[in-house]
């Protein structure tokens, strides 16, 4: 689905009037809830006047805007078409995923004999906002949040080439992640399958982490792939 062009000047919303004049930071907030919430699904091309005037900014900030989501993964900027959501084959993902559980797999011992106590400690902190906005109900905190612990774990193990790795690969299926955590009882068993991975990390047991962090993932992933059914296309 596209947005529909609309000849008359609509009268700007309350979020429109409160944007008015701030940063593409703000822009890409907005944009990118309506992507993780599915209000804006895979392949759907955005158009930039629609934004604009829902928004209540200019094409400045947004074009700016596209470009943190394109770095995130989540905008395809194609030349001549303008931005759209990024859209993965089953197989893209199922590979990615792989990926990312084997890059943790081999961050986790190192994190645990490399990993300061301040490093730890972030870690820490990061857990505890992201427990505080599952318990709001706060969906997309929890899942940024979510996504900085793991990139804050593999950064513990102090490999800067398996942070920039980690970080591209992260991004490009992190809209497809998201999924999984519309699912209410995957969510509370993601928070307590977090607390074990807190506590190996504090405690140095870098062989628990390892497996934690895999079946994490695992199960994880086995909940979203339900979760996206046919909102992934299918293999041809």
Do not use: C
């Given at each position: 689905m596209q947005y529909a062009p609309d000849t008359a000047t609509p009268e700007p919303v309350p979020e429109a009037r409160s944007l008015?004049?701030?940063?593409?930071?703000?822009?890409?907030?907005?944009?990118?809830?309506?992507?993780?919430s599915g209000q804006l699904p895979p392949g759907?091309?955005?158009?930039e006047r629609s934004l604009t005037e829902g928004l209540g900014v200019t094409r400045t900030p947004l074009r700016e805007a596209f470009k943190i989501l394109e770095a995130e993964g989540l905008l395809a900027i194609v030349p001549n078409r303008g931005?759209?959501?990024?859209?993965?084959?089953?197989a893209d993902v199922d590979m990615a995923m792989e990926l990312l559980a084997g890059l943790e797999s081999v961050a986790a011992e190192l994190a645990c004999a490399r990993g300061t106590d301040e490093q730890f400690a972030k870690v820490a902190l990061l857990h505890a906002r992201m427990v505080a906005c599952q318990?709001?109900?706060?969906l997309v905190g929890y899942f940024r949040v979510n996504q900085d612990i793991h990139q804050h774990i593999v950064d513990c193990a102090d490999?800067?080439?398996?942070?920039?790795?980690?970080?591209?690969?992260s991004a490009r299926v992190r809209l497809y992640r998201f999924a999984g955590n519309r699912v209410s009882t995957r969510?509370?068993?993601?928070v307590s399958e977090h607390e074990q991975i807190l506590l190996a990390l504090q405690q140095r047991q870098g062989p628990l982490l390892?497996?934690?962090?895999?079946?994490h993932h695992l199960n994880g992933w086995r909940v979203t792939r339900k979760v996206l059914g046919n909102e992934l296309q299918p293999d041809l």
């Open positions: 008015r004049g701030r940063s593409a930071a703000f822009v890409a907030e907005r944009i990118r809830e309506r992507i993780l759907e091309r955005l158009s931005a759209q959501v990024v859209e993965l084959s089953p318990r709001a109900g706060d490999n800067p080439a398996l942070s920039r790795v980690y970080r591209t690969e969510w509370s068993r993601a390892r497996e934690l962090l895999r079946a």
